[in-house]
């Protein structure tokens, strides 16, 4: 239970506060400005959050101290009352707000002076819309807060994708709304950005920071993946694995998550020792699945001892009890077109038999070698 506040402690405090953030924006201090405009993760925000629980009177207060900065700071006070409340649909709206002010008061500022503090309002607004969502999701509302704030922080690359020095902090942004289009899985709405950074000639990508291009190459080099174009994934991820902070260890993994199928994909396997280090090996085991293919084998998977003249013959239901028994359902129909796929690829060499469900394998070479294609 909070200690008791008088009025007047809690005024200082919120006098305070507002006067820190006007002196950061008067002396151009853009690392004090982030960590005041950090509303879930503020430093002494429980101080502050007690101190505006207790003077309920806050918005007229920094509208009467600061009334030239009144439309940041008054919505920026609600924003951290309402989170301290966990009421994160409201902390949100207000939010939006003060990081509307932000943005008109920024794209004002001639120097790039507080890229800190608008990245830290990028980061803040997403955090936040995805708090609220959760929120709204459970009491029965429409969660469309992430989605307005992708449209504020499409607002936001527009101001900085301009010449000049502004410029390089378009990449953060970027990344920031890949993570709302993945979450939303409206990643379609990724391709008019990655238009604006690789063609428009304000940008140069090596100018960027190192983790602002990794986090992009990842998110990229996943869309290249959800569109089979391996090889472009491949050169992406691996971009992104190379130059990952080697300390961050969760960050790795998650790059390997995509790049070791896409590396299966083109024929390079992985080295056992990378996979155990990272803790990809959930449930493979070679060795168990072939003491288990020994242990059922089927006269009927395994044709060739007493028919070998239809060992290049398939059923598929039979295809269909083997993924049955890897706990993989599909149905026959789901087979054949993963089949056909196969075969269109020219990964698996044969033909159909459709109106007895059987694939006939070509008996010289049924499975090419992939030798760098990609599947």
Known sequence: ??????????????????????????????????????????????????????????????????????????????????????????????????????LQEFRNWETPWAMEAMHTVALEIR??????????????????????????????????????????????????????????GTVNLCRSVIRSIETARNFDFEDFPVKDKVTYMYYTGRLEVFNENFLVADQKLTY?????????????????????????????????????????????DLRLLRQALDRHEDHHIIQKQKEPAKAHQIKLDIVVKALKWLEIDMDVDEVECIMACLIYKNLIKGYFAHKSKVLVLSKQDPFPKLNGKPV
């Not at 989605?147 to 990344?175: E, N």
């Not at 299966?264 to 493979?284: A, C, D, H």
């Open 240 to 284: 992104a694995l190379m130059h990952c902070n080697p300390q961050s260890e969760s960050n790795l993994r998650r790059i390997l998550k995509f790049l070791i199928p896409v590396k299966l994909s083109i024929g390079v396997l992985p080295k056992r020792t990378l996979l155990e280090r990272y803790n990809l090996l959930e449930r493979g």
């Open 1 to 102: 239970m909070a200690a008791y506040l008088s009025m007047g402690e809690a005024h200082r405090r919120i006098g305070d506060y507002l006067s820190r953030v006007v002196d950061a924006i008067s002396s151009s201090d853009g690392a004090a400005l982030a960590s005041l405009v950090a509303v879930s993760s503020a430093p002494g925000s429980t101080l502050l959050s007690d101190a505006l629980a207790a003077f309920p009177d806050f918005p007229r207060l920094a509208g009467d101290r600061f009334p030239h900065v009144a439309d940041l700071l008054i919505p920026l006070l609600r924003a951290i009352h309402s989170h301290s409340l966990q009421r994160f649909a409201d902390a949100y709206s207000s939010f939006e707000k003060a990081a509307n002010a932000f």
């Open 127 to 184: 955090l936040l819309a995805e708090k609220a969502d959760r929120e709204l999701a459970t009491t029965g509302k429409n969660p469309d807060k992430l989605q307005a704030a992708g449209s504020f922080l499409m607002k936001v690359f527009g101001a900085l994708a301009v010449k000049g020095p502004k410029r390089i902090g378009a990449l953060y942004v970027t990344c920031q709304l890949f993570k709302i289009y993945f979450r939303l």
